[in-house]
Structures are given as C-alpha cells and as structure tokens.
C-alpha cells in the first residue's frame, strides 16, 4: 500500500546523474532519526523540502528503507534548511562560506531576493561581479532545469540532458518537448531516437504519426553514418524501420517521399540495372558531389608550378638523401612532379617517407608555398618527424569559425599554397576531405599519401578507397618492401596477413613481434595487465602510459576495452581524486580519449591525453592533448573515455612505441584482415599479440570489415557536376536527370 512520506533531505549519499537514482537521509518530524529514501529523486538537494508517495520495504543490508515512486519539492523555509541548500553545490558560485554570508544578511527573504533582486547579492561580503554573474547563470539555469526535470522525471532522462535540452532550447525548452520531442535526436548530441520516442509516447504521439516515422527515418541514416556508410539502399533502411519503429515498411516508405520532397533527402537509382534506389541525407549528398566537383576543379586548372626535368632533379635529389630510389619510387616522385592531384599508396616498409622527403625537397626548390596536413595531430607530429617541416591537422589548415561556425578556408578564402600533401589519408572521412578540397586553390597542386588497406576512416565513407578504385584520380602503388624494412618482423608480418598468409609466431625475445600463446580470455588479460606493468616497463624501460598501447578488436567482454581500462586503471593509476559523472569514473592522471570532433575546443576524435585537474566545485575536469590543455564542464564527460585501451579503429593514424593486442575467437565478429593489419602498423618498436593461432588464422581468412555504402566512386566514374542550387531545388535541365529520381 502506497503511503506518503514528507521531510527535509538532510544529505545526498549517493546519486547516479544517469539513470536518476538516488539514496538519500531525510529528517521527517515523524521520526526521531532521519530515515533512508531510494529510487529516481533527480534533481534533489540537501535542504530540500520533499513530499514523496512509495512504500516502506526493508533490504538485506542496508536495513529499511522507503521506496519513493513519485514526489514533489518545494524550497526550505527556515534558515537552516535555506543555509543547507546553498551549500549543496547545487548553485556554482555559493560554497559553505557564501551560504552562511547570505543566510545571515537575507535570513528567510533569501530566495526572495534570488529571484527578484538578485543584484542585491553585492551587499553581501566578498561577492563581486564575477562571482555575482556565475550565481546569476546557475540561479537561473537551475530554476529551467528543475521545470524540465519535472516532466522528464518519469521518463528516465538523466540530469545531464536534461541540462543539456536546456543550453540547447533555454526557455523554450518544454516547448520544443512538447510539440516535436523527436527534434531532442537532431539537435542534441547524446538523446537519441529512442530517448525522444519513449517521451513521445508519455506525451501520447500515436505510433504510426508521420512525425515518429519521419523522425526514425533521419535517425537511421545519422546511426548508419556513424557506421561508416554515406549512403543506404531503400530495402535495407526499411528494414532497419521496421525493427525499430514496429511498423509496417509501407508506412516508412509512405513517409520517404516527403523528405525528399522537402530536400532533406536524395535519392538515386546508383545503377541502370539497380533494382532498389539509394537514400543521402541532404548534407552526406551534397559533400560526395562536392567533392567530386572539387577533385574535377584541380584536375583542370593549370598548376601554379612550373615544371622541371624529373630525371635530373631526381639524380640531385639521390645525392641529396645520400639514396638510390628503385623504380617504382622514381614514378612516384615523377607523377607527383608532374600531375595536379596524385595518389601514393602502400603498405609499411614501402618507402612512401622517402617519397614524400624527396618530393619536398624537389618541390622546395620552386616554391616556398607548402602545407603539410593530417587527419590526427598525432598523424601531423609523426609527419613533422619525418620531413623536419611543421605539420598540421586538417582541422588547424583549415581554420575553424568560432563566430559563423565551419572553417574559416574554404572556395572563397583558400589556404596560401602552391603544394599541399596530405598523410594518413586513409582516415580522411568524407566529410573532412569536403572541407579540406573546397580550401585547395585551384592553381595548387595535391599529393595524397596513404594506405588503402588500412581500415577506413571512423567517419562516414571510404574516401581514398572510392578515388583510387574510380581510376579517375592517377595513383601509384608501391608494393615493393625495401631491405632495411625486411629486418622488421612488424613489417614482414603486416604483409602477410595483409596477403591473407599466416604470420611468423615462432618464439624470439630479440624481434620486433612476439605472439604469446593463451586460450582463455581470463588468462589473455592477466598477461597483458603483467606486460603493461611490469614486464615491459621493467625488463624494457617502456613507459607504460606514453609507450604502451593496448588494442582490442571489440568493446564487450573479458577482452574488450572496458573492462581492460578498469583493470589497467586501477592497477596503473589508484589515484584517489576521482568523479562519476554520466556513467563513466576518471581519476587525476587519467589516460583519455576524445571520441567525438569539439570543434569548440579544438580537439579531435581519436585524440590521446592525460586528465590534469578534477574541480569539483567548478564542476570541471582538465585535460592535456599535446600540450594543450582542454577544460570540460561534467555534463561533457561523455566525449572521452578511458585509453589505457582502446579499438584499432579509433587509434587509427596514431602510432606507439608498443602495440598490444589480445586476439581471440571471442572477438569472431570482428576478426578481419585489415583490422589485425592495422593494428599491427600501429607498433614502431614491439608489437605482441596475446592469444590464440586460430583467432590469428580467422583474421588472415577473412575479407575485410562489413561493406561500406558509399556514393563517391559511382559519382567519380560519372563525373557528375554538382548543378543543384543551394535551396536543392532541383530542375528539369540539371545533370542528374537521368540518375536522380525524386519519386519512389
């Protein structure tokens, strides 16, 4: 039987900022002691006043308890109570000192004055402007919070979003809920379609509403891009709906035509004889066009060098690296004198540095306009190694508008070069190279390095793959391994598996590549937390944060990177200063990744630091990536992880000293060549595969990763001009007539 329970919460003994449950004391003027409260109470404050329904049950260990199922709050009225509120933490800007300070100045009219007088704040002792503007924000922000907290509280939305749908939507916030709570999923990183669905559904949208399907659909797509895929047929998006959405695809396919009615989609028969159309969002459509519209650009304007006789440059340049080039490195560097865009490609030990060395130094002979690019910084500082020329990322060439949004270079304000050599293109998605092509003036020339059987960028697409199989952009392969490479077993190996032979696994402590033979899963990841700890730091001096580098194919499991962060982190960092916060714990000393693109703060998916400040009462943690330090508030947690461990494919471009990779059978899924093949490509000194051969063997068999969906190399080989107007309006006499159908 349901009974009601009113008090004062007396302190927060535990909350979980993800789902909202809550342990908390309350002092009740019915009981002598304060009495334990659990369930879903955020937000709720010490201080507090609460009336809550629920019932009392007793638990094995923590004795009884009362089990709130629905309550209410309301402010404290007495100084006490007022004081213990303000110095919950809950408004920055008020600790126990200001608390105190203000409770004694205002005494009972205190939240009186917090919301109608709040400048009156300044009589009180200590607190000036800037103190007085963070009380002002979080008074306020508080305030919109709660009022969206109350009608998110039963649908299991965490404080964290629901801070987040306030900075987004601030006083509009219930009503953009309201009135299209599917818009939560386009408009906010971290509430997906299945957020927004389950309080569409509280507030009664009807399942099959065109909002819901339409919705679900732009979701779907959004979920397929992260999966790497620019674009996907028609039958395989209806099934995908119709498993998410328990509808009938007719119904979804009713609801495809409007969106492209009203642009937000494009969709295209990709072939003559294809017998189901292809589906972009709007923006994915656009770029793979543009980009072909760019590449199509720099092809045919003149270059702005001039040119020179390659068999004598390159007979000065041999002198010059003290080197004599085989002959697919002298067409490499010829092309590369020679043509506006080229592509070299290759695997380790293939001499794509050596190239890239001599064409700069060639080319530095004729003009002092040169950029170096990659994906990653880690990418950019391995490129500056190389060449002993400053490197950048993409992202820093291209310049980011904090004001307009985008980057600052672009068609009208290219980057300043007469030659831009772009590394580790392989991990360039296609969204970036978009970017990257439009800033390129069209007098420049442009060398692409990378190696197409690496795993394809983490974002959508498979950009070098499409260019070089559209054999409209002139590419050069390097196939030959160079001597001083085949000493390295790494290098040996990498190929191997790359031609789909099983590698070298005999025991021999003195190379380069060791494979430890183990079968349970248990046992893989005591060997490899012995390795990181001990083995290798002690016997081989290698610093186990900065020179270790674990990789692990999946991201469940015994061997997947949660649980080997939460082992690596408790035995290589028991540090106590810690905070949890959006389901994930990092301590001080934290090794960290960026796993999504912050513009804002200049740092990059795949980007590898170390956490330098915890400030809670800030609300902050500090991070340093490359020198740099980047501050993120709590509700922003969720853009890093732990790295201790991390997939091959977000460390894609980077390079470590170590590389360690558990590979087992558990893994089945995701046992592919060009994964193990990368991973392996990772290492610069020592790579160890801890494991079992015939996971090894799975791996060297198989294909490659699942098929990616993209546009690009179809559009390449049409060589398609984009002649669609910015409002997609698209006419009867556009050049895409014959290819693109708006009518399903």
Known sequence: MLETLAGTIDQIVFQNEENGYTVARLKSPVFKEPVVVVGNMMPIASGEIITATGMWKHHSSFGRQFVVEAFEVSLPKDLKGIERYLESGVIKGIGSTYAKRIVEYFGTKTFEILDRHIDRLEEVEGIGNKRLDKIKASWTEQGAIRNVMVFLRGHNVSLSLAQKIYRRYKEQALEVIQKNPYQLARDIAGI??????????????????????????????????????????????????????????????????????E???????????????????????????????????????????RSVDCEKAIAWVEAQLGISFAQEQIVAITKSMQEKVHIITGGPGTGKSTITKAI?????????????????????????????????????????????????????????????????????????????????????????????????????????????????????????????????????????????????????????????????????????????????????????FDEIQVLSPMKKGV?????????????????????????????????????????????????????????????????????QEVVYNFTEMDELILAYAVSVHKYQGS????????????????????????????????????????????????????????????????????????????KQESLFEDLLDLKI
């Open 263 to 305: 642009r937000r989609l494009v969709s295209l028969l990709m072939h003559e004889k294809a017998s189901d159309f292809t589906l972009w969002t709007k923006q994915m459509f656009e770029t793979e066009i543009g980009i072909v519209e760019e590449l199509e650009r720099l092809t045919t304007h003149q270059c702005a060098l």
């Open 192 to 261: 997906g379609f299945k957020t927004a669905d389950a309080l569409a559904q509280e507030i009664g949208m009807d399942k099959e509403s065109p909002e819901r399907i339409a919705s679900a659909i732009e979701h779907i797509l959004r979920v397929l891009s992260e999966e790497g895929h620019s674009c996907y047929p028609l039958k395989g998006l209806l099934q995908h709906g119709t498993n998410l959405l328990e509808v009938s695809p007719d119904l979804i396919e009713k609801e495809v035509q409007p969106l492209i009615n």
């Open 559 to 627: 061997l997947g990177t949660l649980n080997i962060n939460i082992a690596l982190q408790d035995k290589l960092n028991p540090s106590l200063k810690r905070v949890t916060k959006m389901g994930r714990t990092f301590r001080l000393g934290d090794k960290v990744m960026q796993v999504r693109n912050n513009y804002d703060k200049l740092v990059f998916n795949g980007d590898v630091g170390r956490i330098v400040e915890i400030d809670e009462h800030e609300e902050e943690i500090v991070a340093l990536f490359d020198g």
């Open 360 to 544: 700069l130094a060639l080319s530095e002979k004729i003009t002092g306009k040169i950029l170096l690019g990659a994906p990653t910084g880690r990418a950019a500082k391995r490129l500056s190694e190389i060449t002993k020329r400053k490197a950048s990322t993409i992202h820093s060439l291209l310049e980011m508008d904090f004001v307009q949004g985008g980057f600052k270079r672009n068609r009208i304000n290219p980057l300043q070069c007469d030659l831009l050599i772009i590394d580790e293109a392989s991990m360039v998605d296609t969204q970036l190279m978009g970017h990257l092509l439009r800033a390129v003036p069209s007098k420049a020339r442009l060398l692409i390095i990378g190696d197409i059987d690496q795993l394809p960028s983490v974002g959508p697409g498979t950009v070098l793959k499409d260019m070089i199989e559209s054999e409209t952009i002139l590419t050069t392969r390097l196939k030959e391994i160079f001597r001083q490479a085949k000493g390295s077993r790494i290098v040996r190996n990498a190929h191997r598996v790359n031609q789909g032979q099983f590698p070298e696994l005999e025991e021999d402590p003195k190379s380069d590549f060791w494979f430890i033979p183990l079968e349970k899963p248990e046992d893989i990841l005591a060997k490899i937390l012995e390795l990181v700890t001990k083995k290798l730091p002690e016997e081989r001096h290698f610093h186990p």
């Open 655 to 730: 390079e470590c000293p170590v590389i360690l990779m558990p590979i087992h059978t558990s893994h089945f899924k995701l046992l592919v060549k060009n994964l193990v093949y990368t991973g392996i490509t990772r290492g610069k000194k020592l790579v160890i595969l801890v494991g079992s051969k015939r996971a090894i063997a799975i791996a060297v068999k198989s294909v490659s990763v699942e098929e990616r969906f993209t546009g690009l190399k179809h559009f390449l080989r049409e060589n398609l001009k984009k002649t669609t107007p910015p409002s997609m309006e698209l």
